[in-house]
């Protein structure tokens, strides 16, 4: 089964050599502050080395567990990544390795979700492995359900579960889902790491890699297709075609799309003109009179459905608005190069006039979106 071993719980690294060193590390800003003569306990110093040793956790973990898969026996395919695997060039629509050479989900232009490591079990069990040394694992809780979503969607033929490797003292672990498996380390330190980055005149042992046959590359895993623009462009015609209803909750409530749902986090179901969004929004930028404002159905960590709406200026050019537990709010400005820019420029193409929302429309949408919660 799937019981940590005692090297993993203490941190043992006798068996696997020199293979931490042998990673690449983002520590260029860390070495800047450290060449300046930054104090550790200045937060530019802790926030940089942090990242830096969370970087170092998540490989030691994974050469443990290359360890660890080799020798259980319930553990029957182990997927590669780093150097351990061959390199190859992330492919689009289906599970690969990236130019960091980690296990990604891609479309043709944005990776969709990375995953630290996953591995198949006896009774046809996915996991996927969460490794992190955070305290407080709220937003960690929040990943699982798109990455489970995705997972279950490209492997229909597996029970997809997660197995979470963390720190002792982290809080928030009785809130994970019952498809988790929980490990706790002993607290993880990576002076070793940084001492030989600092001074690497040693020479380094070889890598150790596994001969084993349980070890897979991620694109050998067959998956079923999906299309992910495709699917969320079908998804938001069929929302709109009911006969009657400006909604269809019936569809929306499917245990199938609540799960695309689950993947996308928000659902696009129309656009307003600027006038009636400005009826709704707090708008005072001057825009054209033909700018739209795309609506979307967020699902959010309570499960809540929640309308928020977004305005694109240019391709990359994208503001989200939306109302905060204190109806007040909020304006962000998305990253032009993360996905929900290309989805609202590609959903936005789509949509003809007989998508247009009007303010009578939002609020009556709010109520049925409302209701559905009341209900769930």
Same mark, same amino acid.
């Given at each position: 089964?799937?019981?940590?071993?005692?090297?993993? %719980?203490? !941190?043992?690294?006798?068996?696997?050599?020199?293979?931490?060193?042998?990673?690449?590390?983002?520590?260029?800003?860390?070495?800047?502050?450290?060449?300046?003569?930054?104090?550790?306990?200045?937060?530019?110093?802790?926030?940089?080395?942090?990242?830096?040793?969370?970087? &170092?956790? /998540?490989?030691?973990?994974?050469?443990?567990?290359?360890?660890?898969? =080799?020798? #259980?026996?319930? *553990?029957?395919?182990?997927?590669?990544?780093?150097?351990?695997?061959?390199?190859?060039?992330?492919?689009?629509?289906?599970?690969?390795?990236s130019e960091k050479q980690q296990i990604?989900?891609?479309?043709?232009? $944005?990776?969709?979700?990375?995953?630290?490591?996953?591995?198949?079990t006896q009774k046809n069990e996915l996991?996927? &492995? /969460?490794?992190?040394?955070? %305290?407080?694992?709220?937003? !960690?809780?929040? $990943?699982?359900?798109?990455?489970?979503?995705?997972?279950?969607?490209?492997?229909?033929?597996?029970?997809?579960?997660?197995? *979470?490797?963390? #720190?002792?003292?982290?809080?928030?672990?009785?809130?994970?889902?019952?498809?988790?498996?929980? @490990?706790?380390?002993?607290?993880?330190?990576?002076?070793? &790491?940084? =001492?030989?980055?600092?001074?690497?005149?040693?020479?380094?042992?070889?890598?150790?890699?596994?001969?084993?046959?349980?070890?897979?590359?991620?694109?050998?895993?067959?998956?079923?297709?999906?299309?992910?623009? #495709?699917?969320?462009? @079908? *998804?938001?015609?069929?929302? $709109?075609?009911? %006969?009657?209803?400006? !909604?269809?909750?019936?569809?929306?409530?499917?245990? %199938?799309?609540?799960?695309?749902?689950?993947?996308? +986090?928000? !659902?696009?179901?129309?656009?307003? +003109?600027?006038?009636?969004?400005?009826?709704?929004? #707090?708008?005072?930028?001057?825009?054209?009179?033909?700018? $739209?404002?795309?609506?979307?159905?967020?699902?959010?960590?309570?499960?809540?459905?929640?309308?928020?709406?977004?305005?694109?200026?240019?391709?990359?050019?994208l503001y989200l608005y939306s109302f905060?537990?204190?109806?007040?709010?909020?304006?962000?400005?998305?990253?032009?190069?993360?996905?929900?820019?290309? =989805?609202?420029?590609?959903?936005?193409?789509?949509?003809?006039?007989?998508?247009?929302?009007?303010?009578? +429309?939002?609020?009556?949408?709010?109520?049925?979106?409302?209701?559905?919660?009341?209900?769930?």
């Amino acid at each position: 089964m799937l019981e940590i071993s005692q090297d993993i %719980k203490k !941190l043992d690294d006798s068996d696997i050599g020199d293979n931490l060193l042998h990673y690449d590390y983002n520590v260029k800003h860390l070495l800047s502050l450290i060449k300046k003569g930054v104090d550790k306990d200045d937060p530019q110093y802790l926030s940089s080395y942090r990242s830096f040793e969370g970087e &170092v956790y /998540e490989n030691y973990l994974y050469e443990k567990l290359v360890k660890y898969a =080799e020798k #259980n026996d319930y *553990i029957t395919k182990f997927v590669l990544k780093g150097f351990h695997q061959n390199k190859t060039r992330s492919n689009p629509n289906t599970l690969s390795i990236s130019e960091k050479q980690q296990i990604v989900y891609r479309t043709k232009s $944005r990776e969709i979700s990375e995953f630290d490591a996953m591995f198949i079990t006896q009774k046809n069990e996915l996991y996927f &492995v /969460e490794m992190t040394l955070v %305290k407080n694992v709220l937003k !960690l809780r929040k $990943r699982l359900r798109k990455k489970k979503a995705l997972l279950e969607i490209i492997f229909p033929n597996y029970e997809i579960k997660s197995l *979470i490797i963390l #720190n002792e003292g982290a809080t928030g672990t009785k809130q994970f889902p019952d498809y988790c498996k929980v @490990w706790f380390t002993k607290e993880f330190s990576s002076t070793k &790491v940084l =001492e030989y980055i600092l001074d690497s005149t040693r020479k380094l042992r070889p890598k150790i890699k596994s001969d084993s046959k349980k070890m897979i590359e991620a694109h050998t895993l067959k998956l079923h297709p999906f299309r992910y623009y #495709n699917t969320m462009s @079908w *998804i938001t015609k069929t929302l $709109r075609a009911h %006969k009657k209803h400006i !909604l269809d909750l019936g569809f929306l409530m499917n245990p %199938k799309i609540q799960r695309y749902h689950d993947l996308y +986090n928000k !659902l696009y179901i129309g656009y307003m +003109n600027i006038n009636e969004a400005k009826k709704i929004l #707090n708008l005072e930028e001057h825009y054209n009179e033909d700018q $739209r404002v795309v609506v979307a159905i967020e699902k959010k960590h309570s499960d809540e459905i929640v309308l928020t709406y977004y305005i694109q200026f240019s391709r990359k050019k994208l503001y989200l608005y939306s109302f905060n537990d204190d109806n007040e709010q909020v304006k962000e400005k998305k990253d032009p190069y993360g996905i929900t820019v290309t =989805e609202v420029f590609h959903i936005n193409k789509m949509m003809d006039n007989s998508y247009e929302l009007n303010e009578s +429309n939002i609020k009556f949408i709010k109520k049925l979106l409302s209701g559905v919660v009341r209900d769930s």
